[in-house]
């Protein structure tokens, strides 16, 4: 496209010049910051550097066209673009490398995360949201390469829903849906699939998206002709491109040291998303990396001497400045004292980050040397204890570690001694270490009062003859009050529209409330989740719908790497409530089977993982997440949609507890715990074993993150001495964690009479069909036999031989 010559407004000279002025003083102020943040790393003050030194002009540029409600998804070097707009002060740049645990000073996560990722806060101290559409605003950023993509859309398709959906309260999230997302991404990165799957879906769904393409010609020390076809990623987009027939992007190509050039792009890139919804990108060719990659290693390693004497000829700060001076608008004498006052005020920030990291930090040395002392004194082992205080004494910039390492150490050689000395210092220790873990492991879930496990159960009601009806009746009646009180809800994914869903859980809802909350997608899980964290972060309630539960791992480097951390690594400052809904147990087949629960709960801690046995119990997972605002993955029993269920009388408003266990059935001489779908066999085995003088107790885990927070498990056990877990998933999967969280964290080992047991699914995917599913999962006499073998154990004159 040709691109439109205006500016921003008609300005006069002096202005223009201050504005000129303003950019020239960020991108010498973000350069040095990079300088010295490297030095800093090979000084060994920060662990880690990557910076975005070579990238300052086009983020100035991305910066004049950012507006308030906009909101950015990058990646981690866009320090130019967040010092540009004041959200990000050279002091907290250095105490980001530091790892400052105080949120006032590193203001981007606490410490929890590396340089170069940033964020703005969207939620007030209570958790409530701030009015987003008078700030601009940035989405939390992570490593994985490509992975700000799906989430990128998602932003995206906000500002499509709220200028659609007026029956949305949009007052502190959007202003008709005028605010466009704005992406960043290295060239590199563009090989990535997620960079591909959200380029496509934004095509097709739309939305006022402007992705920018950081080219320096290496993805680390890889030149592109590794990475792109055609080794340019414009001209492999090129079939993206809208024509007068037919909707798709918008595409432009921009040296990145061509500041007028950038300025036009950005202001025309910014019209086109914001007025049409049309997604742009924006591929930025020519930049540089003059540090490299990051302070691992050096890019003179790989690049020729032409490509690093290129570089340094065309270094976007250096043309910038070229530009400057042969334009008249500012000397190279005036540039030089802006160019000194800058790196005075760096060297100052920098000065005064580590002064005041180092402080807390000496003060507690400080304490706790004069403790050791104390303990010393008086001591069989004194020449230890002086040992370990003179060895922490010599460490003058002393870290966290230090301190801890030097106090538990020191017990050591305190063993027996109950003088008060010895008591002060364990005191210390204990403080010191409550007070510090939490700093680097808050934030994991809500710590609000309205966290989803607060939530009180409210049980279903039923008429005295309630209609029986297929389960998948409850769930779609269930949906239909929930977007009817919750305006700002919507659920989309593969057939989940126009056919409500495979299992017809939504059957005639789009029909009811339109396209833009009921909602079918394509093939795409990734963006399917990122679509859910985009709209979450704006204040929707989206529901995410994955068609199989085996199909979530399309999606999970997203669900793991953004949505489940998203609220640790911003420090409670960014919340995403996406409930993504999935189906899954006993169908047959390897791909469809659905009983990786081991693997997800490993790697969604920070979500709420549910399993329901049934639709009723589904639906109050649904009443309840809606009453919070925390991400979930709520797993439907795929066998389950049409097996009959009692009608609740109170749709909508039921609520099934999160972190509670329900005890199905009492029994005597064994605890059974299972979920899901597995559940309705051991109800079923339970009966039968009673045939043979077992009483067996039956309990359903329901939430397996978090499981039984109230440890009413042990309490069974507590009771009739014995444990068996039946799961479906692999061996030292679920059962293992469930029985994990029941022997260690419950202390049940205390009250067994028998060796707790797990009876699980065989250490592959179940093969297919009937006899597939029998034979790769436990059955019925699989669970019997389990039991009966327990319970042989322990009387075998009672319980003779089985089999």
Same mark, same amino acid.
């Given at each position: 496209?040709?691109?439109?010559?205006?500016?921003?407004?008609?300005? @006069?000279?002096?202005?223009?010049?201050?504005?000129?002025?303003?950019?020239?003083?960020i991108a010498?102020?973000?350069? /040095?910051?990079?300088?010295?943040?490297?030095?800093?790393?090979?000084?060994?003050?920060?662990?880690?550097?990557?910076?975005?030194?070579?990238?300052?002009?086009?983020?100035?540029?991305?910066?004049?066209?950012?507006?308030n409600?906009?909101?950015?998804?990058?990646?981690y070097?866009?320090? /130019?673009? #967040?010092?540009?707009?004041?959200?990000?002060?050279?002091?907290?740049?250095?105490?980001?490398?530091?790892?400052?645990? $105080?949120?006032?000073?590193?203001?981007?996560?606490?410490?929890?995360?590396?340089?170069?990722?940033?964020?703005?806060?969207?939620?007030?101290?209570d958790?409530?949201?701030?009015?987003?559409?008078?700030?601009?605003?940035?989405?939390? $950023?992570?490593?994985?390469?490509?992975?700000?993509?799906?989430?990128?859309?998602?932003?995206?398709?906000?500002?499509?829903?709220?200028?659609?959906?007026?029956?949305?309260?949009?007052?502190?999230f959007?202003? !008709?849906?005028?605010? %466009?997302?704005?992406?960043?991404?290295?060239?590199?990165?563009?090989?990535?699939?997620?960079?591909?799957?959200?380029? !496509?879906?934004?095509?097709v769904?739309?939305?006022p #998206?402007?992705?920018?393409?950081?080219?320096?010609?290496?993805? &680390?020390?890889?030149?592109?002709?590794?990475?792109?076809?055609?080794?340019?990623?414009?001209?492999?987009?090129?079939?993206?491109?809208?024509?007068?027939?037919?909707?798709g992007?918008?595409?432009?190509?921009?040296?990145?040291?061509?500041?007028?050039?950038?300025?036009?792009?950005?202001?025309?890139?910014?019209? &086109?998303?914001?007025?049409?919804?049309?997604?742009?990108?924006?591929? %930025?060719?020519?930049?540089?990396?003059?540090?490299?990659?990051?302070?691992?290693? @050096?890019?003179?390693?790989?690049?020729?001497?032409?490509?690093?004497?290129?570089?340094?000829?065309?270094?976007?700060?250096?043309?910038?400045?070229?530009?400057?001076?042969t @334009?008249?608008?500012?000397?190279?004498?005036?540039?030089?004292?802006?160019?000194?006052?800058?790196?005075?005020?760096?060297?100052?920030?920098?000065?005064?980050?580590?002064?005041?990291?180092?402080?807390?930090?000496?003060?507690?040395?400080?304490?706790?040397?004069?403790?050791?002392?104390?303990?010393?004194?008086?001591?069989?082992?004194?020449?230890?204890?002086?040992?370990?205080?003179?060895?922490? &004494?010599?460490?003058?910039?002393?870290?966290?570690?230090?301190?801890?390492?030097?106090?538990?150490?020191?017990?050591?050689?305190?063993?027996?001694?109950?003088?008060?000395?010895k008591?002060?210092?364990?005191?210390?220790?204990?403080?010191?270490?409550?007070?510090?873990?939490?700093?680097?492991?808050?934030?994991?879930?809500?710590?609000?009062?309205?966290?989803?496990? !607060?939530?009180?159960?409210?049980?279903?009601?039923?008429?005295?003859?309630?209609?029986?009806?297929?389960?998948?009746?409850?769930?779609? $009646?269930?949906?239909?009050?929930?977007?009817?009180?919750?305006?700002?809800?919507? *659920?989309?994914?593969?057939?989940?529209?126009?056919?409500?869903?495979?299992?017809?859980?939504?059957?005639?809802?789009q029909?009811?409330?339109?396209?833009?909350?009921?909602?079918?997608?394509?093939?795409?899980?990734?963006?399917?989740i990122?679509?859910?964290?985009?709209?979450?972060l704006?204040?929707?309630?989206p529901?995410?719908? &994955?068609?199989?539960?085996?199909?979530?791992?399309?999606?999970?480097?997203?669900l793991?790497? $953004?949505l489940?951390?998203l609220?640790?690594?911003?420090?409670?400052?960014?919340?995403?409530?996406?409930?993504?809904?999935?189906?899954?147990?006993?169908?047959?087949?390897?791909?469809?089977s659905?009983?990786?629960?081991?693997?997800?709960?490993?790697?969604?801690?920070?979500?709420? *993982?549910?399993?329901p046995?049934?639709?009723?119990?589904?639906?109050?997972?649904?009443?309840?997440?809606?009453?919070?605002?925390?991400p979930?993955?709520?797993?439907?029993?795929?066998?389950?949609?049409?097996?009959?269920?009692?009608?609740?009388?109170?749709?909508?408003?039921?609520?099934?507890? =999160?972190?509670?266990?329900?005890?199905?059935?009492?029994g005597?001489?064994?605890t059974?715990?299972?979920?899901? @779908?597995?559940?309705?066999?051991?109800?079923q085995?339970?009966?039968?074993?009673?045939?043979?003088?077992?009483?067996?107790?039956v309990?359903?885990?329901?939430?397996?993150?978090?499981?039984? =927070?109230?440890?009413?498990? %042990?309490?069974?056990?507590?009771?009739? !001495?014995?444990?068996?877990?039946?799961?479906?998933?692999?061996?030292?999967?679920?059962?293992?964690?469930?029985?994990?969280?029941?022997? +260690?964290?419950?202390?049940?080992?205390?009250?067994?009479?028998?060796?707790p047991q797990?009876?699980?699914?065989?250490?592959?995917?179940?093969?297919?069909?009937?006899?597939?599913?029998?034979?790769?999962?436990?059955?019925?006499?699989?669970?019997?036999?389990?039991?009966?073998?327990?319970?042989?154990?322990?009387?075998p004159?009672?319980?003779? +031989?089985?089999?």
């Amino acid at each position: 496209m040709k691109l439109s010559s205006k500016t921003s407004s008609d300005i @006069s000279f002096e202005d223009f010049k201050k504005q000129i002025f303003f950019d020239y003083e960020i991108a010498v102020l973000s350069r /040095t910051c990079s300088l010295i943040g490297r030095k800093e790393v090979l000084t060994g003050k920060a662990k880690f550097g990557i910076f975005g030194d070579g990238k300052e002009l086009p983020q100035l540029a991305m910066a004049r066209s950012f507006q308030n409600g906009d909101f950015r998804s990058g990646y981690y070097r866009d320090q /130019t673009f #967040m010092m540009a707009l004041g959200l990000l002060k050279p002091k907290d740049f250095f105490h980001a490398l530091y790892a400052t645990t $105080d949120i006032k000073k590193e203001p981007m996560s606490a410490g929890k995360q590396m340089g170069g990722h940033f964020l703005t806060y969207s939620l007030n101290e209570d958790g409530s949201w701030k009015d987003l559409i008078q700030q601009k605003n940035s989405s939390a $950023d992570i490593s994985c390469t490509a992975g700000q993509m799906p989430r990128l859309l998602g932003l995206a398709q906000a500002s499509k829903v709220y200028r659609a959906a007026e029956q949305i309260d949009s007052e502190k999230f959007s202003n !008709n849906g005028n605010e %466009v997302a704005w992406g960043t991404i290295g060239n590199a990165s563009t090989s990535e699939g997620m960079f591909f799957e959200s380029l !496509n879906a934004a095509g097709v769904l739309q939305v006022p #998206m402007v992705v920018s393409v950081w080219d320096d010609a290496y993805g &680390i020390s890889v030149p592109n002709e590794y990475h792109t076809t055609k080794e340019d990623i414009s001209k492999l987009l090129a079939g993206l491109q809208r024509d007068e027939n037919h909707p798709g992007f918008e595409l432009f190509q921009v040296k990145g040291w061509d500041y007028t050039a950038l300025m036009h792009a950005y202001e025309n890139a910014s019209d &086109i998303a914001r007025e049409e919804h049309v997604p742009v990108l924006i591929h %930025v060719t020519e930049l540089t990396q003059p540090q490299g990659h990051s302070s691992s290693g @050096s890019h003179e390693r790989y690049k020729s001497t032409d490509r690093l004497e290129w570089e340094a000829e065309n270094d976007c700060n250096k043309r910038f400045r070229e530009w400057i001076i042969t @334009s008249g608008i500012a000397t190279d004498e005036e540039l030089s004292t802006i160019e000194k006052n800058i790196k005075k005020e760096v060297r100052l920030a920098r000065k005064e980050a580590w002064s005041e990291y180092l402080e807390e930090h000496l003060q507690l040395k400080r304490a706790l040397i004069g403790l050791l002392e104390q303990a010393a004194n008086g001591s069989v082992n004194k020449n230890f204890l002086t040992k370990i205080k003179n060895d922490l &004494i010599a460490v003058e910039e002393p870290i966290k570690k230090d301190l801890a390492v030097a106090g538990r150490k020191a017990l050591r050689y305190l063993l027996g001694d109950e003088r008060t000395e010895k008591h002060n210092l364990k005191t210390w220790i204990a403080r010191f270490l409550s007070e510090t873990q939490p700093k680097y492991s808050n934030n994991l879930y809500s710590e609000l009062p309205n966290r989803a496990t !607060n939530i009180p159960a409210v049980p279903p009601k039923y008429e005295s003859t309630p209609e029986q009806v297929d389960g998948r009746v409850i769930l779609r $009646d269930n949906f239909d009050k929930l977007f009817e009180n919750y305006p700002e809800s919507l *659920v989309f994914g593969e057939d989940s529209g126009a056919i409500g869903d495979v299992n017809q859980g939504l059957e005639g809802l789009q029909s009811k409330y339109g396209a833009t909350r009921v909602s079918d997608t394509g093939i795409r899980e990734t963006t399917i989740i990122g679509q859910g964290i985009g709209m979450a972060l704006r204040g929707l309630r989206p529901i995410a719908e &994955i068609q199989y539960l085996d199909y979530i791992f399309y999606a999970l480097a997203t669900l793991t790497d $953004d949505l489940a951390c998203l609220r640790y690594r911003t420090s409670g400052k960014q919340k995403a409530p996406l409930i993504v809904r999935t189906r899954g147990h006993r169908l047959e087949g390897i791909w469809h089977s659905g009983s990786h629960m081991g693997g997800l709960i490993h790697v969604l801690r920070g979500m709420y *993982v549910l399993s329901p046995r049934n639709m009723t119990q589904a639906a109050g997972f649904y009443n309840t997440l809606m009453k919070s605002d925390e991400p979930a993955l709520v797993i439907e029993s795929l066998n389950g949609y049409r097996l009959k269920e009692s009608l609740p009388s109170n749709l909508g408003e039921f609520c099934t507890p =999160i972190g509670v266990v329900e005890t199905l059935r009492k029994g005597e001489d064994i605890t059974l715990v299972s979920y899901g @779908s597995t559940l309705r066999i051991v109800l079923q085995v339970a009966e039968e074993l009673q045939q043979v003088g077992i009483d067996a107790e039956v309990i359903d885990a329901q939430t397996l993150l978090p499981f039984d =927070i109230g440890k009413e498990t %042990v309490k069974s056990v507590q009771k009739t !001495n014995r444990l068996l877990v039946i799961d479906e998933d692999v061996p030292g999967g679920c059962a293992a964690y469930l029985l994990n969280e029941i022997i +260690e964290n419950q202390g049940a080992y205390q009250y067994l009479d028998s060796a707790p047991q797990t009876l699980t699914a065989k250490a592959h995917r179940p093969a297919y069909g009937t006899d597939g599913d029998y034979f790769s999962k436990p059955n019925a006499e699989d669970i019997f036999e389990k039991v009966y073998a327990i319970m042989h154990e322990a009387s075998p004159e009672e319980y003779p +031989e089985l089999r």
